[in-house]
């Protein structure tokens, strides 16, 4: 069974560029969430879609968005980038929400300058 | 606001020796804590999880600690190996009102076994 895909790996963006990363969930998962790492801040939760409909969100300005899929794929974009967007981005699949086990792909680094 | 605070952020621990790791929650209506592990250049992965009407759960040389009236649990590495360096997450869920699950993650902790 394949595991969770995020691309690209890495990107490199200047300031005031907007970016868009892409995730693909496990087979038959529904959820996808994604997450912003950095050293100082750990985990921080962006949003959660389910079904093409996002249904959680955390505390980011609008400038990050996403979306889903009918195929459960996902991306997420962040527009107008700032050097403190600068970070791990991962994303997570679940069979229906984050109480069964979420599944982490490697993550995009996203480096703006 | 930090609902999840997770302490040391960083541990070095002798090989053969037992890591703790601690979390503390504020929020009652979490029921359900996974801790997950995080190696250099990967995605974290599931390590082990609890629920609230269960006060500890081993499983192979990791056991988690829950103490429900003290809104705390903890990570127990025992027989610590190098091979055990990551960064370990603590996290809480819990049934928003859409019915789904809603995460909180812990800032981690960098643990070093060192030989």
């Known amino acids: 069974k394949a595991g969770v895909t995020q691309t690209p790996r890495y990107l490199i963006k200047t300031r005031g560029q907007q970016v868009t990363l892409s995730c693909s969930p496990i087979s038959g998962h529904r959820s996808v969430s994604w997450y912003q790492q950095t050293p100082g801040q750990g985990l921080q939760f962006l949003f959660e879609y389910f079904s093409e409909t996002q249904r959680n969100k955390g505390n980011f300005p609008g400038r990050f968005s996403g979306r889903q899929f009918s195929n459960s794929r996902s991306e997420m974009n962040v527009s107008t980038l700032e050097l403190g967007d600068s970070a791990l981005y991962l994303c997570?699949?679940?069979?229906?929400?984050?109480?069964?086990?979420?599944?982490f792909g490697q993550g995009t680094r996203l480096t703006v300058v | 606001q930090q609902q999840v605070k997770q302490s040391p952020q960083s541990l070095i621990v002798q090989k053969g020796g037992i890591s703790i790791i601690n979390c503390a929650y504020e929020?009652?209506?979490?029921?359900?804590f996974p801790w997950y592990q995080q190696f250099p250049g990967k995605g974290p992965a599931l390590l082990i999880a609890i629920r609230p009407d269960v006060s500890e759960k081993k499983e192979g040389r990791f056991t988690i600690s829950f103490n429900k009236s003290a809104k705390q649990f903890s990570l127990h590495i025992m027989d610590s190996q190098p091979g055990d360096s990551a960064t370990y997450f603590c996290a809480a869920s819990l049934r928003g009102s859409g019915g789904y699950q809603k995460v909180t993650f812990g800032i981690g902790t960098k643990l070093q076994v060192i030989p």
């Open positions: 929020n009652t209506a979490f029921d359900y």
């Open positions: 997570a699949s679940s069979l229906f929400d984050s109480n069964t086990e979420a599944f």
